[in-house]
């Protein structure tokens, strides 16, 4: 105040004007989808707004940007104030909804009449449609009673993102099933697989099944067998359905000498015996591969120049069925001659199933014999031949001998020094 003329007082007054920096005026969060926009606005106060960060902005130096930010983002404005002189600054959040983050469940498949619950994930408010088949259409999880295939809708809001995603419900009168036959080698095993509109298995006989309550339990079985699966799904009726596991047998039908011998530097034919059915059909593999003039045949030479014993192992393979079984012999090397090189079964079944039906000499040190006699239990002849690859079928004057014990007589010639080679026997005709 001022005292003037007279004794009188003179007053003027000043106004102070205070911004408050922690004032909001950059408005409320937003919330969109990954991939829309949403324009920013600071309101008009104050001067000069900048944004911060620049992602997702179409300018950082001006009132209204367009956000589209990848993810959610926390935007800073920043404006000054030409008479305060000070900045001032708010903050707006971004929130950014990804499109995956609604899912109205798996599809899946009810009998008619039955209720289903759908199993919903969203965010926000949620509606589902059509409504008049749910009991709440307002939550995530309503139970549904349809009796025709519908497709369910959910939906999820929040601020300016609605996302939408979908379920479709199948009917199903009742369950259906379907199978397939398989097969495999005898000590393998293989799935039985089972397939259709089911979510209930029962395998029957549970022989030979690891699980009979799942829709592709292991089989190994040792005989071919038929199982009967019944499906079942909810309260629908039940459906059955069959599938054969056919169990192919191995190659047994092949037969080779345990042991060959051999003198050193002589060619060893050997030779693998099919003594099952005429039409058997066999692959063979002979390990290892030396000294062999074949090793994928039936009746390779052995051309061993050695003193050392030598093992081959066979992998016989059936060629209709792929089933395999092995075989070994030993090549033994030998330095004199004895009677054992000539070698006759004490036994054989010449009742015509193909299988040990002929009875041979066999030998691997003498190419071929001086004679070959076989006699009854009273003396008489029976059989009589001078070739080593014949064999008696069990047979005298065309007609089948009778079961019992024979006696064989061998003659044979050793090849190192032409010495008699003598062997005698009993063997014995089964029927």
């Given at each position: 105040?001022?005292?003037?003329?007279?004794?009188?007082?003179?007053?003027?007054?000043?106004?102070?004007?205070?911004?408050?920096?922690?004032?909001?005026?950059?408005?409320?969060?937003?919330?969109?989808?990954?991939?829309?926009?949403?324009?920013?606005?600071?309101?008009?106060?104050?001067?000069?707004?900048?944004?911060?960060?620049?992602?997702?902005?179409?300018?950082?130096?001006?009132?209204?940007?367009?956000?589209?930010?990848?993810?959610?983002?926390?935007?800073?404005?920043?404006?000054?104030d030409p008479i305060a002189g000070c900045l001032i600054r708010d903050?707006?959040?971004?929130?950014v909804i990804h499109l995956d983050a609604i899912d109205a469940g798996?599809?899946?498949?009810?009998?008619?009449?039955?209720?289903?619950?759908?199993?919903?994930?969203?965010?926000?408010?949620?509606?589902?449609?059509?409504?008049?088949?749910?009991?709440?259409?307002?939550?995530?999880?309503?139970?549904?009673?349809?009796?025709?295939?519908?497709?369910?809708?959910?939906?999820?809001?929040?601020?300016?993102?609605?996302?939408?995603?979908?379920?479709?419900?199948?009917?199903?009168?009742?369950?259906?099933?379907m199978v397939n036959d398989i097969e495999y080698c005898l000590g393998?095993?293989?799935?039985?697989?089972?397939?259709?509109?089911?979510?209930?298995?029962?395998?029957?006989?549970?022989?030979?099944?690891?699980?009979?309550?799942?829709?592709?339990?292991?089989?190994?079985?040792?005989?071919?067998?038929?199982?009967?699966?019944?499906?079942?799904?909810?309260?629908?009726?039940?459906?059955?359905?069959?599938?054969?596991?056919?169990?192919?047998?191995?190659?047994?039908?092949?037969?080779?000498?345990?042991?060959?011998?051999?003198?050193?530097?002589?060619?060893?034919?050997?030779?693998?015996?099919?003594?099952?059915?005429?039409?058997?059909?066999?692959?063979?593999?002979?390990?290892?591969?030396?000294?062999?003039?074949?090793?994928?045949?039936?009746?390779?030479?052995?051309?061993?120049?050695?003193?050392?014993?030598?093992?081959?192992?066979?992998?016989?393979?059936?060629?209709?069925?792929?089933?395999?079984?092995?075989?070994?012999?030993?090549?033994?090397?030998?330095?004199?001659?004895?009677?054992?090189?000539?070698?006759?079964?004490?036994?054989?079944?010449?009742?015509?199933?193909?299988?040990?039906?002929?009875?041979?000499?066999?030998?691997?040190?003498?190419?071929?014999?001086?004679?070959?006699?076989?006699?009854?239990?009273?003396?008489?002849?029976?059989?009589?031949?001078?070739?080593?690859?014949?064999?008696?079928?069990?047979?005298?004057?065309?007609?089948?001998?009778?079961?019992?014990?024979?006696?064989?007589?061998?003659?044979?010639?050793?090849?190192?020094?032409?010495?008699?080679?003598?062997?005698?026997?009993?063997?014995?005709?089964?029927?």
């Amino acid at each position: 105040s001022v005292t003037g003329p007279g004794g009188c007082f003179a007053m003027d007054t000043i106004e102070v004007i205070v911004f408050d920096p922690s004032q909001e005026f950059a408005g409320p969060d937003r919330t969109v989808c990954r991939g829309d926009t949403v324009i920013l606005d600071y309101g008009g106060f104050g001067n000069n707004p900048s944004w911060a960060p620049a992602d997702g902005l179409t300018c950082v130096f001006c009132p209204y940007p367009v956000a589209s930010p990848a993810d959610t983002t926390v935007y800073t404005i920043t404006v000054d104030d030409p008479i305060a002189g000070c900045l001032i600054r708010d903050t707006v959040v971004v929130n950014v909804i990804h499109l995956d983050a609604i899912d109205a469940g798996m599809d899946a498949q009810v009998c008619s009449g039955d209720p289903i619950q759908l199993n919903g994930t969203g965010f926000g408010e949620i509606v589902w449609s059509p409504t008049a088949l749910l009991d709440n259409d307002t939550i995530s999880n309503p139970t549904a009673i349809i009796t025709e295939n519908t497709t369910f809708y959910f939906t999820s809001t929040d601020g300016n993102c609605s996302l939408t995603d979908s379920v479709a419900i199948t009917v199903k009168d009742s369950a259906s099933i379907m199978v397939n036959d398989i097969e495999y080698c005898l000590g393998d095993s293989l799935d039985l697989f089972a397939f259709g509109d089911a979510d209930g298995y029962v395998w029957s006989p549970a022989l030979g099944l690891s699980n009979p309550n799942i829709a592709n339990p292991i089989a190994s079985v040792d005989t071919t067998t038929t199982y009967t699966v019944t499906a079942s799904l909810g309260t629908c009726p039940t459906a059955t359905a069959t599938a054969t596991v056919t169990v192919n047998p191995l190659p047994t039908g092949a037969y080779i000498l345990p042991i060959h011998n051999f003198f050193s530097g002589q060619p060893i034919q050997l030779f693998i015996e099919e003594t099952g059915s005429e039409n058997l059909l066999y692959g063979y593999d002979w390990m290892p591969q030396s000294n062999l003039t074949c090793y994928d045949c039936q009746a390779p030479i052995a051309l061993l120049d050695t003193n050392l014993i030598y093992n081959y192992d066979i992998l016989v393979t059936d060629l209709e069925t792929g089933c395999q079984s092995n075989l070994e012999t030993e090549l033994r090397p030998l330095t004199f001659c004895t009677p054992d090189i000539l070698a006759v079964p004490n036994a054989f079944t010449p009742n015509g199933d193909g299988n040990n039906d002929v009875l041979y000499v066999r030998s691997t040190g003498v190419a071929d014999i001086l004679i070959f006699r076989v006699f009854d239990r009273w003396g008489e002849m029976v059989y009589e031949t001078k070739n080593i690859s014949q064999g008696w079928d069990g047979t005298y004057q065309g007609k089948p001998v009778n079961p019992g014990v024979y006696v064989y007589y061998v003659q044979g010639i050793c090849p190192l020094d032409n010495s008699d080679l003598l062997k005698k026997g009993n063997v014995t005709v089964i029927r």
